[in-house]
């Protein structure tokens, strides 16, 4: 019986060493976050962080748990870069481009004027260098930044006065968002005013501004702005498409494990397909609705919009002479579409992205840099 029993104990003393290494560390305390972002309830874009942290909490719930506040119950949005950057809070959803006054390589991160759609966003995120290039100049204001949201082209400007053609916007005042979405509109003759989402609705009834951008169809129609505009004028040149994420304070994330990291960024791409999609989808219903309420939508012709074009290419490439960093991003995008060119023209009509014969000279932002 000796012999048996001395086996027995030693297997029994394997087993539970072997338990040991194979079970989590339950040394290592479950993580609290507190998460807000720069949208309030009202706007439909907070639907995009609502995903993203939703899945994170349901993937990585055992190790890390998110309490999300809309935008404006902790802080003002405008604060959220701020309050991230110093760890008051752990994590903001934005939309990169308002930090564009920090660093104007913050701007093509968000929106670029008549350049990428959103599948270019989603290729060069995901397979083009894209999401190291965030990382760089978020990382410079001690952040981690996971983009997890993309939306298609914007609505185009809307309001109480008809634009039909680039003639029509000669001296208008315009609400519109971006640095290069700015100059390029002053180039073509109207005026940017800045206004934040939450004022845009009564700044077009009072007639404070001849027109308005803000998001998408179906995001701009929840908004409410069927029930003051008349005219819509597209397509939403300004923003071909945008981008959406969450900025992390760098020490929170490099406070989680390494499979709680990655669990992280694999919500974020499950986001960031879901919400092309779901935006998708949106706009459609959005263009119908405004269509039943009597919304009158126009288009820009094709020489109009060669010109918005020659316009855009101008202003990104002396956009790009101004800073290294944002010569950088615009360098990696525009390599981007020409490398690309290479398959996607030869798919025509089939391919998913924008076949364009007309790009920022890349020469001329590699001298810049």
């Given amino acids: 019986m000796k012999p048996i029993t001395k086996f027995t104990l030693s297997g029994l003393a394997a087993g539970i060493a072997l338990a040991t290494l194979s079970a989590p560390a339950f040394s290592q305390e479950k993580a609290q976050w507190t998460m807000t972002t720069t949208w309030p309830d009202n706007l439909a874009l907070i639907e995009i962080d609502r995903h993203w942290v939703e899945t994170v909490n349901q993937i990585a719930g055992d190790e890390l748990e998110i309490d999300f506040r809309a935008g404006g119950t902790l802080m003002p ?3 959220v870069f701020d309050a991230t950057e110093t760890g008051s809070i752990e994590a903001s959803g934005d939309w990169p481009g308002y930090w564009a006054g920090r660093s104007s390589a913050f701007s093509p991160l968000a929106a670029t004027p008549s ?24 990382g410079k204001y001690n952040m981690v930044y996971l983009p997890y949201g993309i939306t298609n082209n ?47 609705y009564q700044a077009v009834e009072r007639g404070v501004v001849d027109g308005a951008e803000f998001s998408t169809p179906g995001v701009d129609y929840q908004a409410g702005f069927a029930e003051v505009v008349d005219y819509w004028a597209t397509p939403g040149w300004h923003q071909s498409a945008s981008v959406f994420g969450v900025m992390i304070n ?7 494990s390494a499979e709680t990291q990655e669990k992280l960024k694999v919500a974020a791409e499950a986001t960031l397909a879901w919400s092309l999609a779901w935006s998708e989808r949106t706009s459609t219903e959005g263009t119908q609705s405004f269509k039943e309420a009597g919304v009158e939508i126009s288009t820009y012709d094709e020489e109009d919009m060669a010109r918005i074009q020659e316009v855009t290419n101008e202003v990104i490439v002396e956009g790009a002479c101004e800073d ?5 991003v615009y360098h990696s995008m525009i390599s981007y579409m020409q490398q690309y060119a290479n398959w ?5 009509p089939y391919n998913m992205s924008r076949s364009i014969d007309n790009l920022p000279s890349l020469e001329e932002i590699e001298a810049c840099m």
């Fill in 324 to 328: 290294p960093m944002h010569a950088k």
């Fill in 115 to 138: 350049l990428f759609n959103g599948v270019d966003y989603l290729n060069w995120i995901m397979e083009w260098g894209g999401f190291e290039l965030y990382q760089e100049v978020y």
């Fill in 77 to 79: 949005g405008t604060e």
């Fill in 250 to 256: 760098k020490d929170a994330w490099d406070a989680l």
């Fill in 344 to 348: 996607r023209d030869v798919s025509v």
């Fill in 154 to 200: 914007e609505s185009g400007f809307m309001g109480r006065t008809k634009i039909e053609s680039l003639a029509d916007l000669e001296g208008k005042r315009l609400r519109l968002s971006g640095r290069d979405q700015g100059r390029v509109l002053e180039r073509l003759g109207g005026s940017q005013v800045t206004l934040s989402g939450g004022e845009i």
